[in-house]
Nanobody, 126 residues
């Protein structure tokens, strides 16, 4: 399974962006999906996750209320809608996928995911 992430860019604080992740070799219906981000000098951190069914989601506290993760199985894509962006959201964003079927809390862990995209840069200027 390969994941292709896209949609990053340079925006101003308060703007919105939508990241997209397209898996090849598997359908999003069979995958739980997650988004992680990494800033220079920092560990890759969890941002958002959605269960295989799409019925459960989880967010890092700093993203709750501003970011929305979703899957469109007809389009075979996962999305991360980001609103009210802040300079501290600046990072490389990675999408990840797993066939693991579990509770959504498990999907907050990097080690849960077998498949990773190449990352897309998000830069938020103040």
């Amino acid at each position: 399974v390969q994941l292709q992430a896209s949609g990053g860019g340079l925006v101003q604080a308060g703007d919105s962006l939508r990241l997209s992740c397209a898996p090849s070799g598997r359908s999003t219906a069979s995958l739980a999906m997650g988004w992680f981000r990494q800033s220079p000098g920092k560990e890759r951190e969890f941002v958002a996750a959605i269960s295989r069914s799409g019925g459960s989601t989880r967010y890092v506290d700093s993203a709750a209320g501003r970011f929305t993760i979703s899957k469109d199985n007809a389009e075979n894509r996962a999305y991360l809608q980001m609103m009210s962006l802040k300079p501290e959201d600046t990072a490389i964003y990675y999408c990840a996928g797993t066939l693991t079927f579990s509770t959504v809390s498990v999907y907050t862990r990097r080690e849960t995911y077998a498949y990773w995209g190449q990352g897309t840069q998000v830069t938020v200027s103040s």
